[in-house]
C-alpha cells in the first residue's frame, strides 16, 4: 500500500489549507485512516482519525477548526484545516491501519504545513 499526501505549504496564522492523501489499494475501503504531525523535537502525534464507517475523533487541540473525511470511491482521505495558527506548523503524515492481526500500518512520506507571518 502506497499513501501519497499533497497540499502542504506556507500560510499565514488565520489562513486554511486541505491535506489529501490518496492510497493505491482499495484496501482504504476498510481501513482506519489518520492524520499524524510531528514539529520539530517533538513525538509525532495524532491529529485526527476517521473509521472505515466514517466515525470520526480528533486532538483536542485541533477541534472545532480541522475536518477530517474521506472519499472511499477515490481512495483519499482529506485534512480541512482553518484558523490554522503557528503551532500548527509541523509535517503531517498520512496513517493507514487496516486492523490486521499483524498490526501493521503504513504511512505516507509526509508534507510540510508552516503557519508563520
Known amino acids: 500500500v502506497q499513501l501519497v499526501e499533497s497540499g502542504g505549504g506556507l500560510v499565514q496564522p488565520g489562513g486554511s489549507l486541505r491535506l489529501s492523501c490518496a492510497a493505491s489499494g482499495s484496501i482504504f475501503s476498510i481501513s482506519q485512516m489518520g492524520w499524524y504531525r510531528q514539529a520539530p523535537g517533538n513525538q509525532r502525534e495524532l491529529v485526527a482519525a476517521i473509521t472505515s464507517g466514517g466515525v470520526t475523533n480528533y486532538a483536542d487541540s485541533v477541534k472545532g477548526r480541522f475536518t477530517i473525511s474521506r472519499d472511499n470511491a477515490r481512495y483519499t482521505v482529506y485534512l480541512q484545516m482553518n484558523s490554522l495558527k503557528p503551532e500548527d506548523t509541523a509535517v503531517y503524515y498520512c496513517?493507514?491501519?487496516?486492523?490486521?492481526?499483524?498490526?501493521?500500518?503504513?504511512w505516507g512520506q509526509g508534507t510540510q504545513v508552516t503557519v508563520s507571518s
Open positions: 496513517n493507514l491501519d487496516p486492523g490486521l492481526a499483524s498490526g501493521i500500518k503504513y
